[in-house]
């Protein structure tokens, strides 16, 4: 079931179904949660402005119910939020790999290939990619 629509339904989210969620759909998470926790929060503020305007308390009840669904759903932004950091990391490490690789391949290129031969693999290496790529020959 998609993630908006459990929370929706206000199921109970696992650290496993952010896990197991694309990079859109916490994005999309976040940002509706994210804006709920908004609209507590200007609840909260208008009821403390009422309570310093007329000197009584809005429903003792619904201010402890009103704070508890503002905390776990800070708690639940941070956890998408962590996930989506720890997401940005692998992406992050996977291309540093990869800069890695190409530089070692670039570096083999130029051990044991002739500068005719280096240039015609670039020259190819950029035709297939469109043209525009910079290979640091």
Request: proline share 0%.
């Amino acid at each position: 079931m998609d993630l908006l629509l459990r929370y929706a339904n206000r199921e109970r989210l696992r650290r496993s179904d952010l896990q197991n969620a694309d990079v859109g759909q916490l994005q999309e998470l976040k940002n509706e949660v994210d804006a709920d926790t908004a609209i507590i929060d200007s609840q909260l503020d208008l009821a403390a402005n009422k309570l310093r305007e007329t000197g009584k308390y809005q429903d003792a009840d619904w201010f402890t119910k009103a704070k508890l669904a503002k905390r776990l759903k800070g708690q639940l932004s941070q956890m998408i939020q962590t996930e989506l950091g720890r997401r940005k990391k692998i992406q992050k490490d996977a291309n540093r790999k990869m800069a890695g690789r190409l530089d070692a391949l670039l570096e083999a290129m130029k051990l044991v290939l002739t500068d005719e031969q280096r240039a015609q693999v670039l020259d190819k290496a950029k035709e297939l990619e469109g043209g525009d790529a910079d290979y640091g020959s």
